[in-house]
């Protein structure tokens, strides 16, 4: 499993809270910039897989 699997099972577990620590172990970004990564991601899951 890749680092951005491995976030995006965290946002769809409901871990949301460890989800932008693991995009900025992940990218090496900002916390601000984690957290609009997230928010990205978030957005495209809930698009992709609205289970």
Do not use: N, W
């Not at 989800?19 to 916390?31: F, V, Y």
């Amino acid at each position: 499993m890749d680092d951005e699997t491995s976030v995006d099972e965290l946002i769809l577990t409901e871990k949301i809270g460890r989800a932008p620590l693991g995009i900025r172990a992940e990218l090496g970004c900002s916390i601000h910039e984690a957290i609009d990564e997230f928010q990205r991601r978030y957005d495209r899951l809930r698009t992709d897989r609205p289970d």
